[in-house]
């Protein structure tokens, strides 16, 4: 966790402003309610006082309702690794960051734009592993060359493997919800200390506009009854699953999150919920999504004051960039994001390297330029000593006007940890840079992951669960049922 | 003046560092002093109570010269431009955006790299008084195919032919700053009303460390005495003209900038000076300037802060970077420098569209990347509107839960207000990008400059002004005196 939060959150919209959501999300969810797929839920938020429509599937939330759930919420909480010196927290001072997850594809300098593996997989969490920046791994890329039904179970196999940073699931159905419960469980010992301490991040995401699908809601069930954190995340893209107006789209977005807090603290008060965000526009020319642009931080940061305001931790969308390639177009909307963001109330970016094109593709590239993005971020979060020794003022008088300080002592002793000097970035002269077949940051990147991987080392696993684990696996993709598997 | 000042402006380093590196500079003007290659401001100087040491050329200035000077620095002033609709603020509450100037070589898309000339020189004027957010033009490339003696005079003409924003000047050498000053009499009337009234920025660089080279008093001295601006530019790169570590190259920076405002203050009272910074620091591996790093934007961010205490306007470096080409390095060095400083205490940002390569080229697409970018904050700037209709609480009630909102009336009449749709952005489905040969931002920055340049119009001028002009530049030009042609 190195990146600290901002001391003094930047915000867009007033106090007021960030009540007028706070308020119009309530009447949203009062008087239009959320569409809740999965009939045991509706029974769950009828009990605790929804007016429940069970023909349309509506559930209506009191605000009452919506403002008790938010009471039960914890404002952070610990999130374990296997490896207790990699337990991240979840709120508080620092931004967890976790990479990319989810791109169907995959690129890299020499290979090219090609379909996501396993091995794929494997790499970006090796080198997620590897990263000093990263918190925790992330599925990164779907693995295509195995089957759907049971990809869940390699890629939990491969995270506890490779890397001894927490465990994050990818959102989830309901066979994978329950599948990395039971891994969690193993690796954890036991499910009486599963259920009291935070081990594994799920996430579901809302089908916006305020729908909830079965696999939503069955996931919610998992792992708030487990009392496993949930991030949340509406995926808003103004204009299509919104209104277009931002004020509208933060209202709605807004009352998708709370919906899904009452869910999880309805079924199992204290459930550690990460309050997310993860707005997007359509581009109107061609009804695309568009991230990164001004007006999605806005509604991010706006988010962040929501989530300031309600106590929660807050998840900000990562690096994220509609961009097809590590262009200026890809820098630009990923640096709108991560100044946005570090100076606001956030406290986890997720998809914070890799993703390119939408989130279609995972660069390797790009995932090292993101890495190198987010030190420069550091360094600029960490600001610089100012004293005697800082000051040099011997020094000033020593060299006197018109003079060179390059050879001094106190230059040779001090440039190192004045400044960082980025490995992507080149500050060559011209014809040298030419004579150098003009070599972007995307050859260099190519070499620098590429060394990582090279590097890699898998953390230490005690056998006895390696094999407990591969056991699981083998045995849940045979087909058999997991309530013949957990104790 | 399109981009607003901050409100709640970012800060990196405590009130209490503020005081302790103002005190820092302080006493190295007290201590060390400064050179001064020029014996009548030595004379001025000594007069005016420093300790001068004129076998060394050296005068320490005692702090109460220096708070004195402070004093007498009006906090904003207006520039006037020859239609005085375009005049423009410089402090207050928003920031004069003003593009590159200084580079030897220009580069587009097509003609590539090569050696910049005055037809060049005069695109980019076209280019600035086109744009919407650039609020003055600039020299923005060297036309070297003109004689070198005589260039100034051939920009100073194109610059009142082909713009009517305010008039900016280079960094001067003596004739230049005399005759900018001559043909500004000449454009505004009289000497008196000029005496009175800012009309042209001039600008001084100073040789760090701590040395005011001829040229720079001389420009000073001619300036001031007209009561014409002055914005101050110490460039200080850290570890070769300035101590390694931040601190230090503040401290050093600031007191550079403190020794020119007491000269200007001096020589008279009152005249408007612009604080400026300029900062990067040594890649040490090719002791060439680093601009854009975090570094880089901690410094400038200081230097804002340093501002706001002795309230004067704040120029920060604009949108600057290290890079060859309009590259992700490029574009993610902009970021840096647009978020830290348009977020920070900043009046002034001048380098602002069109940089490259440490500054040596001035690029026709980065120009419009530039604005582009500039534009994108202004959006995030301006936040976004939060009331009734915005909020279109009923659209979604009526839309509902699963809805689409992509063809509603208010999506219609609202996504054009609430977004800002870049030309230069692409978010089209991969297969049509790349049928399309995956076109660049450059492709379609080539296409919008060349459009600009196109649609340019030439602002009215007085036929007997230019023809004035016309006649003041060419009796220049054969080597009339300038003492011949004023009255």
């Known amino acids: 966790m190195a990146l600290k939060v901002a001391s003094r959150p930047l915000s867009v919209i007033s106090e007021e402003h960030v009540e007028i959501i706070h308020q119009a999300s309530l009447r949203i969810l009062e008087e239009v309610g959320v569409e809740v797929l999965h009939d045991g839920a509706l029974d769950l938020l009828a009990r ?11 559930a209506r939330l009191p605000r009452q309702l919506v403002l008790d759930a938010l009471e039960r919420a914890p404002s952070s909480f610990t999130l374990h690794a296997r490896n207790r010196a990699r337990d991240v927290q979840v709120g508080g001072d620092s931004v967890v960051l976790v990479p990319v997850g989810g791109p169907a594809m ?16 494997v790499n970006f969490i090796k080198l997620s ?63 009486e200390y599963v259920r009291t301490h935070p081990v594994i991040l799920g996430g579901v995401n809302i089908d916006s506009p305020l729908r ?39 209202a709605q977005e807004n009352a998708e999150s709370l919906a899904c ?16 965000s993860f707005a997007s526009h359509a581009d109107m020319r061609t009804v695309a999504p568009v991230f990164g642009s001004a007006e999605g931080v806005l509604m991010e940061v706006a988010a962040g004051q929501l989530a300031k305001r309600y106590k929660l931790p807050h998840r900000g969308m990562g690096l994220v960039t509609t961009s097809h390639t ?25 998809q914070a390297a890799g993703w390119l094109e ?15 993005m987010l030190e420069s971020m550091e360094s600029f979060l960490a600001g610089f000593p100012i004293d005697e020794d800082s000051l040099a003022l011997d020094i000033i008088a020593k060299v006197g006007p018109g003079g060179n300080f390059l050879l001094t002592d106190h230059t040779l002793s001090h440039f190192r940890m004045t400044a960082r000097f980025s490995p992507l970035m080149d500050s060559r002269r011209y014809d040298t840079w030419q004579g150098d077949n003009a070599s972007t940051l995307l050859t260099r990147a190519s070499a620098i ?20 684990l591969g056991e699981f696996v083998e045995r849940r993709k045979r087909g058999e049922p997991l309530s013949r598997l957990v104790r």
Chains 1, 2 share one sequence.
């Open 48 to 58: 605790a006082g929804a007016e429940v429509d069970r023909a349309r599937k509506r």
């Open 261 to 276: 807090i009452v869910l999880a603290e309805t079924i199992n008060p204290g459930t550690p919920v990460v309050y997310g």
């Open 129 to 191: 592993q590897r990263s000093r920046l990263l918190d925790m791994a992330y599925r990164c890329v779907e693995a295509q060359d195995l089957p759907p039904s049971t990809r869940h179970l390699d890629y939990l196999y491969a995270l506890l493997r490779y890397t001894d940073k927490p465990l994050a699931t990818m959102t989830l159905d309901t066979t994978s919800a329950r599948d990395s419960l039971a891994i969690a469980s193993l690796v954890f010992g036991d499910e």
């Open 358 to 372: 939408g989130g279609l593709t995972a660069s390797y590239e790009q995932f090292i330029l993101d890495l190198d």
């Open 326 to 350: 590590s262009d200026a177009q890809a820098a630009w909307e990923k640096m709108n994001c991560l100044w946005s963001l570090t100076l606001s109330n956030v406290h986890m970016l997720l």
């Open 106 to 121: 995959v690129e890299d300098l020499e290979g090219g734009r090609r379909v996501g593996t396993f091995a794929d997989q």
């Open 449 to 468: 992951w590429k060394k990582m991987l090279a590097e890699y080392e898998e953390p230490p696993l005690d056998p006895g669960l390696a094999e407990a």
């Open 212 to 250: 909830f699908l079965p696999d939503t809601v069955e996931t919610i069930i998992a792992f708030a009854g487990s009392g496993q954190p949930l991030k949340i995340t509406p995926f808003v893209m103004a204009g299509v699953m919104s209104p277009a107006t931002l004020a509208g789209a933060l």
